[in-house]
């Protein structure tokens, strides 16, 4: 398998193509069996871009460039927020009820802890990443 990204030369959309090898891509072309997925076009090129063959070398550049993206955004958004571990929830409530000074912190919350939240009404944000502890 070999997969390459694709360019429409009418509207400019890059795409992902496919084919089993090389030639199957050269053969599609010729017939005019590629399209743009967008727009219809068939004049389609590989975009200047190493093929991929296969997916056994991991996680493609892309997504790891994405990955990265993440964590620098994960720090920048936990740098003023201070880790509270398994007391969020306690810690949460306890801001919801004007008990303590309310202030940025993140943890960790159960399913069950997290719907008692939403039901008492707690303002808070939600993450379906399992972050890592930020190193101290
Ligand atoms: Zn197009």
Redesign the pocket.
């Known amino acids: 398998m070999i997969v390459f990204d694709l360019k429409?030369l009418?509207?400019?959309?890059v795409f992902e193509g496919w084919f089993s090898s090389g030639a199957d891509f050269d053969e599609q072309t010729e017939r005019g069996l590629l399209q743009?997925p967008?727009?219809?076009?068939a004049k389609v090129e590989k975009a200047p871009m190493a093929p991929l063959v296969g997916r056994s070398d991991g996680p493609r550049s892309d997504v790891k460039g994405m990955m990265a993206e993440l964590a620098a955004l994960q720090t920048k958004m936990l740098s003023n927020s201070e880790w509270v571990g398994d007391k969020l929830p306690e810690q949460a409530r306890a801001m919801h009820l004007g008990e303590i000074e309310p202030r940025a912190v993140h943890g960790k919350a159960t399913a069950e802890e997290t719907k008692s939240l939403i039901e008492e009404g707690c303002r808070f944000s939600l993450s379906r990443f399992r972050w890592c502890r930020p190193a101290k």
């Not at 009418?10 to 959309?13: A, F, I, K, Q």
């Not at 967008?38 to 076009?41: L, T």
Request: charged letters at 20%.
């Open positions: 429409c009418d509207g400019g959309e743009c967008y727009c219809g076009s």
